[in-house]
């Protein structure tokens, strides 16, 4: 099981199923299901515009970008791979990581979440004390 695996930090999406009963019946019956996000390996363009979006909504600066890049690959020595299923929280970690370290004022959790809302501010959490282990605090 993959520790960074966008499943275990984003809130999950339910959609309605609906049950055909007889006629006799009054009313109607349903389900909720969990909807599977397929998953698939990003192109270039929709990495660039998931780090634009923060980069714009959270006011970042270039440096960021490097430093990010630096706790990106330290996490990769320590054999996270990043694919299609884990890359989202790992550059969103890594870049909130290098915000916090670089700049005069760092940013909050909060202002991460608000960014991309399937990720909660109790998610955000769990996974920069995840990240910050795998990279055994080396920031």
């Known amino acids: ?10 809130l999950p999406q339910y959609g309605y199923h609906f049950i055909r ?18 998953v698939v390996m990003p192109a270039v363009a929709d990495v660039l515009q ?23 690959e330290r996490l990769m020595e320590d054999g996270i791979h990043l694919v299609a299923s884990n890359w989202r929280p790992c550059l969103l970690c ?6 916090k370290v670089w700049q005069d004022y ?3 959790n909060v ?20 990240f910050c282990e795998q990279i055994k605090f080396k920031l």
């Open 111 to 130: 202002e991460f979440a608000e960014v991309y809302p399937q990720f909660t501010v109790k998610a955000i959490n769990d996974l920069e004390v995840k």
């Open 50 to 72: 998931f780090l634009l979006n923060i980069f714009v909504k959270a006011n970042l600066t270039a440096e960021c970008s490097i430093v990010c890049l630096i706790y990106t």
């Open 1 to 10: 099981i993959n520790t960074f695996s966008e499943e275990n930090f984003i």
């Open 106 to 108: 760092g940013t909050w």
């Open 94 to 99: 890594a870049l909130l990581l290098a915000s």
């Open 21 to 38: 009963a007889p006629i006799t019946r009054i009313g109607f019956l349903y389900s909720i299901v969990p909807i599977k996000k397929p």
